[in-house]
């Protein structure tokens, strides 16, 4: 993997109106994305992960410009794609590419298989008809399906065979980058496996890099090189995964590798600590650190003073005012 940087995002902010009354006025934001900052490099898998409404896939849209950022700079390749025109735009979005959570409503059920696969390659090449069909029969071949299936329609698949196709196209244009919005959390365990076996394979073959959104810690760990964790907007503590999983400190990232399901529990083993309370409204967000409702640990500076993300050892990133104290 290149160290050089791929995408780089700065203080990144996206905000949703809130309208009201008959005059459909602005009367609040759901800050859904609140000044967010991280690094993918060439060929990495990045993941970020965190309870639903914390704005994972918000992130991953405004990146690819599916949402609008309200502040802040994207700059993928050295350039800002927050700044482009929709001409320049269209032209860079063959190097980014996604794949949607939902394999059945991603693909359009009146389209075929090679017509779906097919179709970034009418819009972005100027391939023939054949070239595009032989493009997409070698895709299709990659991913695991079977290429005697060119012409059948979503419908006629499975869950995971229809996450294949979803994976098939947002390769078809050899991208940079593709958004992984939590590809396997609508399938079966044993399929999800199959994924992200194929996700890896992939990577390796193509030097493809990622922006993994999960929920799960342990899927993520499967995948990602270095993982963010989330929280109501806010990134709360950055890590290589190893060291992360080894040595977690933020109280949030912690109640989260609690989460984990494990098969029994061992006498004398630390005590599980499991969240509780609900997720604050991102429309009225708390004061100070974001966490502080529901952390065990909270002191008065929590409440008013919101702590910076910084690096508490080498490539390790933490945003709590009392790190340091903290158990591993």
Partial sequence: MSEQVLLEVKDLKTYYPIRSGLMKRVVGHVKAVDGVNFTIHYGESFGLVGESGCGKTTIGKTILRLNEATGGEILFD??????????????????????????????????????????????????????????VLELMRIVGLNPDQYKRYPHEFSGGQRQRIGIAKALALKPKLIVCDEPVSALDVSIQAQILNLLEDLQKEYGVAYLFIAHGMAVVRHISKRVGVMYLGKIVEVAETDNLFNEC??????????????????????????????VPNPINPPTGCR??????????????????????????????????RMEV
């Fill in 249 to 278: 400190i933020h109280p949030y990232t912690k109640a989260l590798m609690h989460a984990i399901p494990i098969p029994e529990v061992k006498e004398g083993g630390k005590k599980r600590e499991l969240l509780k309370g609900e």
């Fill in 78 to 135: 050295g350039k800002n794609i927050l700044d482009m025109d929709a001409d320049a735009l269209r032209k860079e979005r063959k190097n980014m590419q996604i794949i949607f959570q939902d394999p059945y409503s991603s693909l359009n059920p009146r389209m075929t298989v090679g017509q779906i696969i097919g179709e970034p390659l009418r819009e972005h090449t100027t391939l023939s008809k054949q070239e595009r069909k032989e493009r």
């Fill in 291 to 324: 966490f502080h409702p529901r952390c065990a640990y909270r002191e008065a500076i929590c409440e008013e003073v919101e702590p910076p993300l910084l690096e508490n050892s080498p490539n390790h990133f933490v945003a709590c005012h009392f790190c340091q």
